[in-house]
């Protein structure tokens, strides 16, 4: 799925979705989605480190 930022109108995949602005401030933050889906990829892959490390 392709996502745009709304501020900057840039897009991107959401399997690498990540804000390339995080410092800047930005009206759309709350209801981001590239924000939500950054925690979510985020959470997957320390989960899937827990697992591999209890192996």
Do not use: T, V, W
Request: hydrophobic content about 25%.
């Amino acid at each position: 799925m392709e996502l745009e930022c709304a501020k900057y109108g840039e897009k991107m995949d959401s399997a690498d979705a990540a804000c390339r602005h995080p410092g800047d401030y930005c009206q759309y933050r709350k209801s981001c989605m590239i924000q939500f889906i950054e925690r979510e990829n985020r959470g997957s892959r320390s989960q899937a480190a827990k697992a591999e490390k209890k192996d």
